[in-house]
């Protein structure tokens, strides 16, 4: 009896061994209690498999999720879920196949494989839903001009951009699946990343260096988009087209200036734009602008986080409330003087600094053919509204462009600027 006692202590250390001598077992013969070990090694060995697993695999469904990411560090959770993200996966499966196997050579009730269902759960959820399912990525796409093809209403906003002296249309419901675009002319690259839930788009010029290939859709913190590149190890903020961390990214030349407007206006403007052509799966997203997806998380009473601003990107970046600027409006962006005005539905902003020491000031005159003319108070000066002084004793000078976003949403920009400043009109 001793013996049989010390085999089923190897088999099971930590279950009790009963002898039952009047229950018809020969010379007190053990009977080992198979399930009771089953039990004890669902405990010690199944329960940490499953927790370790369904921890893994809920970090994975929801680390870069940024409703739930915002409560555990926003960017810098969703940056490391990416950055984890196989680690994460081999982390939620191999301890779903060990349970398997355990299973298998039964050592554990089959009954164990149900907690495999929560893993199964969470891995759809990262990558089978629709929600999370990879957003399209485009690279050189067909882009026929607008006098070969057209949207179904001239009502449809797009996205304009200005490229290599080229002008090119991309829908709004096009950008909805696809706001990644690269678009090539010859040695030259231009990376539009558009944040719908911003109301913005940023282009970028590119090098080569910069593949579509290696860009990845993440998610959109703060209702902006973000970009990993896989081949640096790098992320791209679509708002500000600078690193999480606020440093330019690899291969970025500068940026380019975009533009957003009913198509029937772009057209007017630049008839020989070429356009993308929405796919068909585009047909039921809308065609306009859309609302901020996520509350902005730093809190402001003085107005609305959906206010439409004007954003200048100047250093450091400013905004100014949406309006008309039909006529030259004066402000400054930090020490910079600036001047904004409308050109043919297109607001513009300009530095308004000539040699370094002439600070110049604009109005809007008739000629002798009453036809109005744009001219500067200090030197009587003609100048189109592209910022090209045509006669005058500056005659030839051009006014330093300002990169400036017409619409993006307040709250979005607050959030991803930390030193925007609201600046007042000046007229």
């Known amino acids: 009896m001793q013996t049989n006692a ?50 893994a695999a809920i970090w994975l469904a929801y680390g870069m999720d940024p409703a739930v990411a915002v409560e555990f560090g926003g960017l810098p959770m969703i940056a490391l879920t990416r950055r984890l993200q196989w680690l994460l ?22 009954w164990w494989l149900l907690g495999l269902s929560i893993v199964v759960a969470m891995l759809f959820v990262r990558f089978g839903s629709d929600s999370r399912k990879p957003i399209r990525i485009l690279e050189a796409p067909a882009m026929p001009t607008l006098k070969e093809s057209t949207l179904p209403t001239e009502e ?69 988009t973000l970009v990993y590149n896989r081949k640096y190890g790098q992320f791209i903020v679509g708002l500000t087209g600078k690193t999480e961390t606020g440093e330019d990214p690899t291969g970025i030349r500068g940026r380019v200036a975009t533009y957003r407007m009913p198509l029937m206006l772009w057209r007017r403007l630049y008839p020989e734009s070429k356009l993308m052509i929405p796919n068909a799966a585009d047909g039921a997203l809308p065609g306009v602008e859309i609302k901020m997806k996520y509350p902005a998380r730093i809190p402001d009473t003085s107005m609305p986080d959906d206010t439409r601003i004007v954003l200048l990107h100047t250093h450091p970046p400013a905004a100014l409330l949406s309006g008309d600027y ?16 409308r050109d043919r539905g297109v607001l513009r902003a300009f530095g308004r600094t000539i040699d370094g020491d002439l600070f110049l000031t604009f109005k809007v005159t008739k000629d002798k053919k009453g036809k109005a003319q744009l001219i500067d108070n200090q030197t009587g000066s003609v100048w189109s509204y592209n910022g ?36 007042r009109q000046e007229r």
């Open 6 to 55: 010390l085999v089923c202590a190897d088999l099971c250390p930590s279950v009790r061994c009963v002898t039952y001598p009047n229950h018809g077992t020969p010379n007190g013969e053990i009977r080992h209690a198979p399930a009771a070990c089953g039990s004890l090694l669902a405990v010690r060995f199944a329960i940490p498999l499953l927790i370790l697993s369904i921890l």
């Open 89 to 110: 996966l081999i982390a939620a499966i191999a301890p779903c196949l060990a349970m398997i196997v355990v299973v298998a050579m039964n050592r554990a009730r089959a």
């Open 156 to 224: 449809e906003w797009v996205v304009g951009v200005v490229f290599e002296d080229h002008a090119y249309a991309f829908p709004y419901r096009s950008l909805l699946r696809t706001p990644i675009v690269q678009l090539t002319d010859f040695d030259k690259r231009l990376l539009l990343i558009h944040s719908p839930y911003a109301n913005s788009a940023t282009a970028l010029d590119v090098t080569r260096e910069v593949r579509a290939s290696d860009l990845e859709f993440v998610a959109s913190p703060g209702n902006s």
């Open 326 to 341: 039909d006529r030259p409006t004066h402000t400054r962006a930090g020490d910079k003087p600036i001047v904004l005005w």
């Open 388 to 423: 090209t002084c045509v006669s005058g004793a500056l005659d030839g000078k051009k006014l330093p462009t300002v990169m400036v976003e017409e619409g993006v949403y307040w709250g979005v920009s607050r959030e991803w600027f930390a030193d925007l400043e609201l600046i």
